[in-house]
């Protein structure tokens, strides 16, 4: 059985995000979506926030989990025994902050292989990031998260909470 570990922020989740957890679900056995409480950038969500928000964009999926983490990576990996990491690879951007981390998680886990998915044409230029200032200043991102994601997008707008 392979398990495949799929770690971000995702803060929140989009479609490019769900995207690449749904192609490998079809190659791996179980995926794991770690959302990693505290990364070294402003969050929008909450740990608790993020985590119901890719639950509930996933649920269709019965073996794709979603689980919070607060340790390093390679840990949570040997914890869920979890014989891969999963990445997304947008064209311009994500190649060398990637193979650096993937050339550091193998040093620090030697046989825990790191597989890069090509983002799909239609969410090469989606980030959670654009996705917020968009959202944020009332512009439409209902075609690139799921029906969940927009309304709490929404609701922060709104309420700034
Ligand atoms: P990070 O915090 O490392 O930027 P994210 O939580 O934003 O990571 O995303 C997790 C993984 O998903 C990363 O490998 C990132 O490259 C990938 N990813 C993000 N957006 C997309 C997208 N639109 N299409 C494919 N992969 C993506």
Excluded at 126 to 140: C, N, P, T, Y
């Amino acid at each position: 059985m392979i398990i495949a570990l799929y770690p971000g922020s995702f803060d929140p989740i989009t479609n490019g995000h769900i995207d690449i957890a749904t192609r490998a679900s079809k190659l791996f056995d179980k995926i794991v979506i770690g959302i990693f409480a505290t990364p070294g950038k402003n969050v929008m969500f909450s740990l608790e926030e993020r985590v119901q928000l890719a639950k509930d964009a996933m649920s269709h999926l019965p073996n794709v989990e979603v689980i919070p983490y607060s340790n390093i990576t390679v840990e949570l990996a040997r914890e869920v025994g979890a014989q891969v990491l999963v990445r997304g690879l947008r064209m311009i951007g994500d190649f060398e902050w990637e193979f650096e981390m993937a050339m550091m998680n193998q040093m620090l886990s030697p046989g825990l292989e790191t597989v890069c998915f090509m983002a799909s044409q239609e969410y090469q230029f989606l980030s959670a990031s654009l996705i917020k200032e968009v959202a944020s200043l009332g512009g439409d991102i209902h075609s690139l998260v799921p029906e969940n994601v927009a309304r709490a997008l929404e609701r922060k707008d709104v309420t700034g909470k």
